[in-house]
């Protein structure tokens, strides 16, 4: 992967997934990185592999939610390096829930998490970013901030509220004639612990849920997603979709515009009478 090298690269909730995938692709592009996350042993487990490569790492517990900390941690890494390129804005968590059950609470937290966590970190390294002369935000959204999902509201608003976000900020980069590039990822499946580690609704069965995700739609390596997110970031991408799903139901989405809503209701419609049928429970309530 070429353009990465002397790179000082930020990446937030790296001790997993595709956060963890991106250090590591970026560290053996030659960028030196800065990682964080809320679980420790997840990060020391990418410091390891990034001290194997022999990138440069600084490594910090850092929650992306927490405003005046991500402030200073900025500044920290800006002290350390001497400069900041990149911020790859990756932290986040899933959620699983209809809109007459979820907690207020939950739904808030997916918020602060996936959406503030963003704008935070944003903002955050946005100065040190023009300063660099060299700048890149990244900020991963989903396809789930392409359509919208029964049982997905809070996460489809904290992604569709980053997809607006990222585009809205490419512009202003753009027009201000500033040296920051800005682009939206938007994931397909991608084999992580994202399901586990996700808050359910009361009464959700969350090890069928998690197990429903990892066979049947989480369908690329968080090592193939990082690669693909990497190679849109060389090439100055707005968006990258990742994942063959990801194009597909991309495509979907601009063909039918607002009527994939209904496709997408009669389908699972079908889909859970089939499953009831195989179950025997059809009819049971
Ligand atoms: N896996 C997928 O299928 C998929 C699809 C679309 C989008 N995404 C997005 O990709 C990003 C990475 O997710 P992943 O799939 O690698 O999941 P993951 O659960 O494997 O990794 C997410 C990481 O974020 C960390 N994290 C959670 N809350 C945090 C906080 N408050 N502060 C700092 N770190 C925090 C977790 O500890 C974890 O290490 C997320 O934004 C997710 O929404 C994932």
Redesign the pocket.
Same mark, same amino acid.
Request: aromatic content about 6%.
């Given at each position: 992967m070429n353009g990465f090298a002397g790179k000082v690269a930020v990446v937030? /909730?790296?001790? %997993?997934?595709?956060?963890?995938?991106l250090a590591v692709e970026l560290g053996r592009a030659g960028a030196k990185l800065a990682i %964080? &996350?809320? &679980?420790i042993d997840?990060?020391a487990d990418t410091e390891r592999r990034l001290k194997a490569i022999g990138a440069p790492v600084k490594a910090d517990h850092? &929650? @992306?939610?927490?405003r005046e900390e991500f402030l200073a941690y900025a500044d920290q890494v800006k002290q350390h390096f001497g400069t900041v390129n990149q911020i790859y804005?990756?932290?986040?968590?899933?959620y699983a829930g209809d809109i007459q059950v979820a907690r207020f609470k939950d739904i808030e937290r997916v918020m &602060? @998490?996936?959406f503030w /966590?963003v704008v935070n970190g944003t903002k955050a390294f946005l100065p040190h970013l023009i300063a660099s002369g060299d700048g890149h935000v990244i900020n @991963? %959204?989903? @396809? +789930?901030?392409l359509f919208s999902l029964p049982g997905q509201a809070a996460?489809n608003s904290?992604?569709f509220a980053?997809r607006g976000f990222t585009e809205a900020l490419r512009q202003e980069m753009m027009l201000a004639g500033h040296p920051v590039k800005v682009t939206a990822?938007?994931? $397909? $499946?991608?084999?992580? %612990?994202?399901?586990?580690?996700?808050i359910m609704a009361d009464g959700i069965d969350a090890e069928l849920v998690a197990a429903n +995700?990892d066979k049947q +739609?989480?369908r690329?390596s968080?090592q193939r997603?990082a690669q693909l997110i990497l190679n849109a970031v060389h090439k100055d991408k707005a968006r990258v979709l990742?994942g063959p799903d990801?194009k597909f139901l991309d495509l979907v989405v601009r063909v039918t515009g607002s009527g994939y809503q209904r496709m997408f209701t009669t389908f699972l419609k079908l889909a859970s009478t089939k499953s009831a049928e195989l179950r025997g429970t059809a009819g049971t309530g």
């Open positions: 937030t /909730g790296a001790g %997993s997934g595709i956060g963890q995938a %964080s &996350d809320i &679980d997840g990060l850092l &929650d @992306v939610t927490e804005n990756n932290a986040g968590i899933g &602060d @998490v996936n /966590g @991963v %959204s989903s @396809v +789930f901030g996460y904290a992604k980053v990822v938007h994931p $397909g $499946g991608i084999k992580t %612990s994202i399901a586990r580690n996700a +995700f +739609f989480a690329t968080p997603a990742v990801a």
